[in-house]
């Protein structure tokens, strides 16, 4: 399929991707920021280090294959393991809370994603100049 | 995207809940009867929490599991000429710690702040995937 190839080249599928994998992400943030007061609670984040390197590693394979045979649909942000383990011990409970660094996490994670949606409307914007035939 | 709404929700549900104990442990600081007129101090109300939305315990999200009532001992002042008093002329006062409240309801409402700006950023994203379309 044509518009399938051309939406599955370039970089359209890593950024939707990570789009995926952020969105998901402030999802867990979200669930932290509820259960701030909740004992005994366990902070719930992906690994995102993890999720970019299997994006990479797959890039690179369709690097080397033949064109239009890798897809990414495959690589799901939500199979990644949750990672429970907080940034210290410093509550009784074990809960490690800490809202300044779930708001950090939580407007970096905004931006990044604003960031990915901002790169994915311009590369549709390239088809809508393509399909009319003219230059920007 | 649409989930980190009902999440933010549920923490303003809970921690609305929460707030509301509190005034009511400090509007009954004093009081030293119950709803029947017998002298019985107020007992100081506390909430708790879990994971997991009102109902739906594997959605995510929080609510409130229970209000627990505080078994420490009440406060005892010496007042004799009091209407409550007992024998020996103590009057018995709700376990209410006033600072203890203050420092709850603050942390109460900073965590409702952050519920709020968590929606407002979820808001904010999700209008900007709703500009993909235009």
């Known amino acids: ?17 990570m789009m995926k ?17 909740t004992p005994g609670y366990q902070q719930k984040d992906l690994d995102v280090g993890a999720f970019q390197q299997m994006l990479r590693d797959r890039a690179a394979r369709r690097r080397a294959g033949s064109p239009g045979t890798t897809s990414f649909d495959d690589l799901d942000p939500a199979s990644l393991s949750v990672d ?26 905004a931006m990044k ?8 409307r311009k590369q549709y914007g390239s088809f809508d100049n393509v399909l009319r035939e003219r230059v920007s | 995207m649409m989930n980190s709404l009902d999440i933010g929700a549920s923490g303003l549900a809970a921690q609305r809940i929460r707030m509301d104990t509190l005034s009511n442990n ?65 009057v018995r006062y709700p376990n209410v710690d006033m600072s203890v ?12 702040e952050a519920n709020i700006t968590m929606m407002e950023t979820s808001k904010q994203m999700l209008s900007s995937t709703l500009r993909l379309l235009a």
């Open chain 1, 113 to 120: 994603y604003n960031l990915f949606v901002e790169l994915l």
């Open chain 1, 21 to 37: 994998l952020t969105a998901k992400r402030h999802e867990l943030l979200a669930e932290n920021i509820a259960n701030l007061s």
């Open chain 2, 101 to 112: 409240e203050f420092v709850n309801m603050l942390e109460a409402s900073r965590a409702y």
């Open chain 2, 26 to 90: 400090l509007l009954n600081m004093s009081t030293t009867r119950n709803a029947r007129g017998e002298p019985e101090p107020y007992r100081r109300r506390f909430v708790i929490f879990a994971p997991g939305q009102e109902g739906h315990p594997e959605k995510p999200g929080v609510h409130v599991a229970k209000i627990g009532l505080d078994q420490t001992p009440f406060r005892q002042r010496f007042e004799p000429g009091h209407e409550d008093a007992d024998a020996q002329g103590y």
């Open chain 1, 84 to 109: 429970g383990s907080g940034r210290g011990m410093l509550f009784h409970d074990r809960a490690n809370r800490s809202v300044e660094a779930l708001m950090g996490d939580m407007s970096g994670n």
């Open chain 1, 1 to 17: 399929m044509f518009i399938d190839r051309m939406v599955n080249q370039g970089n359209i599928p890593l950024v939707e991707r």
